[in-house]
């Protein structure tokens, strides 16, 4: 009778560990980032370089200053003079809610990323990004 006991047990264990495990790995699927980013920012944003559209390429952001990415001259007054950079933790402010991180900006309508898993693969894709352009340019940082 031990046996179907430590089945049993093992079952349960897979059933409330596996679920958080799957979603750690999910955040770790730079598929899942790509696929984040074009289903919130892609509309307005590439992260191909000098791909600027509406919005500026984010193509690596991480490091830049806020309101210099090459090329786009659309930036608010209140993006061109936060004197902010992008590091990941000012991104995840940023697109959990523009307008109460930096003000009067050229967001709108978008109003922020409400789910942080979301946030987080959104910015793991940009770093990303950020690396294979600081790799191709030997720069520390994001233009």
Known sequence: MPRPLVTRTAAL????I???CAGSAATDDPD?????????????HS???GDNRLGPSLYGVVGRK?????????????VKNSGITWTPENIEKWITNPEAFIPNNNMKPF???????????????LA???KMHNAAT???SGE
């Open 128 to 130: 990303a990004d950020t």
């Open 13 to 16: 264990l897979v059933l409330l």
């Open 18 to 20: 596996g679920p958080s």
């Open 47 to 49: 992260y191909i370089k």
């Open 66 to 78: 806020a309101g210099t990415a090459p090329g786009y001259g659309n930036y608010s007054d209140s």
């Open 111 to 125: 109003g922020g990323v409400a789910d942080a898993d979301v946030r987080r693969k959104i910015i793991s894709f």
């Open 32 to 44: 899942a980032g790509m696929l984040a980013f074009n289903n919130h920012c892609r509309q307005c």
């Open 138 to 140: 030997g720069s520390g």
